[in-house]
């Protein structure tokens, strides 16, 4: 059962448009989300995060917004550059009964900005 | 400073046989994680180590799996009896603290089972 889910396994954007990542999860535990970005080849990369006490965070191009009650996050690239083309992940983690921590990921959007 | 590192980077074997793969983290980092990317996949879990703690193995695919953290930093995670279906790339990850989300990952061992 995927409980951070990915839906759309591609996308594409022009250069210099912006790009929107989605992602939702299933888990009211969840309180913390990140978005890792991945090359071909690499380990993924750390890209962004948020709690859940806000519903929106911002860095430079990146911006991650938070919609709790639809338990829905979504990445915006602006503008969107061809080295942004990778496979972008969704993760996320709550506290479970043991009071560990453990990320749940999503199965990546590859993201293709054309020049 | 060193980000996390995996050895070998590529590893071409024989079905049956074992392999290890290493993953030296990041310095200072007390938890390591190990997943697996199979072609097309998401990732997938595998274990993780958090300091002194007992692993959280829920994530093995079978007893097959298996891995150790020696001294609180070195990880070899082990597969006895490869199978073709094992073939992906086995990633591996640290950070601060288990409650510490953001991870760092090393560039991954890519195995090949023939």
């Known amino acids: 059962d995927q409980q951070v889910k990915q839906n759309s396994p591609s996308l594409s954007v022009q250069e210099g448009r912006i790009s929107i990542l989605n992602c939702d999860y299933t888990?009211?535990?969840?309180?913390?989300f990140l978005w890792y970005k991945k090359y071909p080849a690499e380990g993924p990369t750390f890209l962004i995060s948020?709690?859940?006490i806000k519903d929106k965070n911002e860095d430079g191009r990146f911006t991650v917004f938070l919609n709790k009650s639809a338990k829905h996050l979504s990445l915006h690239i602006v503008p969107s550059q061809p080295g942004d083309s990778a496979v972008y992940f969704c993760?996320?983690?709550?506290?479970?009964?043991?009071?560990?921590?453990?990320?749940?990921w999503g199965l990546g959007t590859s993201l293709a900005v054309n020049p | 400073g060193a980000g996390v590192s995996q050895s070998p980077s590529n590893k071409v074997t024989e079905k049956g046989k074992d392999v290890e793969l290493r993953c030296d983290p990041i310095?200072?980092?007390?938890?390591l994680y190990w997943y697996r990317q199979s072609l097309g996949q998401g990732l997938e879990f595998l274990i993780y180590?958090?300091?002194?703690?007992?692993?959280?193995k829920s994530g093995l695919p079978s007893d097959r799996f298996s891995a150790e953290r020696t001294g609180g930093s070195v990880s070899t995670l082990t597969i006895q009896r490869t199978q073709q279906e094992d073939s992906a790339v086995y990633l591996c990850?640290?950070?601060?603290?288990?409650?510490?989300?953001?991870?760092?990952f090393g560039p991954g061992t890519r195995l090949l089972v023939l």
């Open positions: 990850a640290s950070s601060w603290g288990v409650a510490a989300e953001t991870q760092y």
């Open positions: 310095s200072g980092h007390t938890a």
């Open positions: 180590f958090q300091g002194n703690s007992a692993p959280d």
């Open positions: 888990n009211s535990m969840f309180d913390y």
């Open positions: 948020i709690s859940s």
């Open positions: 993760a996320a983690s709550g506290r479970n009964a043991g009071n560990n921590r453990k990320l749940i």
